[in-house]
């Protein structure tokens, strides 16, 4: 698998030559239609979108990770070497989940939610059970306990927000009506929310089978190539639900072997585009993004 998809990736840029492969920004002519045509599953919000003691206590959580040093490098397997990840990562979420990739298997910090925990209400009408934590008590540093409270919190909000955009889509709006689809980022933060569109999700489907990308281009990036999966042909159904959250971290200052994005140049990138295989075809994710304070994101990083 390696081999093909270094072959085709080798072969699209000799195609490419010294050209780009064209894309469109928010501010672009276009884009609007695009979205709509062929990303109706995809709603980004403004960080008001969140209530604002949320967003404090998300993003201190993540800081309180970073001072804990809960987010490490991951050691992994790419054409037969071991190398670190670029980025640091971390796993919350429910006890006994783990989450592999690239012959690494992560296991969870608990989100020590749950339990008689009356301040944390289920996220939907039927909620994953929380098993007991560990040795029969909640974690021992009460920083850390505070925040993978709040990474829950911030799960919860996801999941009714997400299963309130599907209704909506089911009830015939799409992703350039209503509330639902807000462009651009707000001052603390930015939270996408991508469902559940069956057409835009089988095509791109359909185009990662056909090219089977390698996911980092290169084998100092820390990623490997990914497996391809027959498209479904409908939006499973029924409560959103997560049952973990994946932490990246990445500080551009300390970063300074970065190769540079291939096909769209969009500058340097810390991880090269990929297909997930963990994630379930058709399921929606949601994605929350931070910089830290003196944290400037530099032109043309990506």
């Not at 910090?109 to 039927?126: L, R």
Request: hydrophobic residues 30%; contains cysteine; negative net charge.
């Amino acid at each position: 698998c390696v081999c093909v998809c270094a072959v085709q990736r080798r072969r699209l840029l000799q195609e490419l030559g010294e050209q780009r492969i064209p894309f469109l920004s928010p501010s672009d002519a276009g884009f609007q239609q695009l979205w709509e045509s062929s990303y109706a599953g995809l709603t980004v919000r403004k960080a008001g979108a969140l209530p604002g003691d949320l967003h404090e206590r998300v993003q201190s959580a993540l800081s309180t990770l970073l001072q804990r040093g809960c987010l490490l490098r991951d050691l992994v397997r790419v054409r037969d070497r071991d190398v670190f990840t670029a980025v640091s990562r971390a796993l919350v979420g429910q006890p006994g989940c783990t989450y592999r990739y690239l012959d690494t298997r992560l296991f969870t910090i608990p989100w020590h939610c749950g339990d008689g925990d009356e301040s944390c209400p289920p996220a939907t009408p039927t909620p994953i059970p929380t098993p007991p934590v560990p040795d029969g008590g909640p974690c021992c540093d009460t920083d850390l306990r505070v925040a993978c409270k709040a990474l829950w919190e911030l799960n919860r909000f996801f999941c009714v927000d997400i299963q309130r955009h599907n209704n909506s889509r089911r009830g015939g709006g799409t992703a350039g009506e209503g509330s639902d689809k807000r462009g651009g980022s707000g001052p603390a933060g930015e939270a996408t929310a991508s469902g559940g569109g069956a057409e835009d999700r089988v095509l791109e489907e359909k185009e990662q089978r056909a090219e089977k990308e390698e996911v980092g281009g290169d084998s100092n990036s820390g990623q490997g190539c990914s497996r391809a999966l027959d498209p479904p042909t409908a939006t499973p159904s029924g409560p959103v639900q997560f049952n973990i959250t994946l932490i990246n971290y990445m500080d551009p200052r300390g970063m300074t072997q970065l190769k540079q994005e291939p096909y769209y140049g969009m500058g340097k990138m810390a991880v090269g585009w990929h297909h997930d295989e963990n994630l379930v075809p058709l399921s929606p994710l949601a994605v929350y993004s931070y910089s830290c304070p003196g944290e400037t994101k530099t032109e043309g990083e990506v």
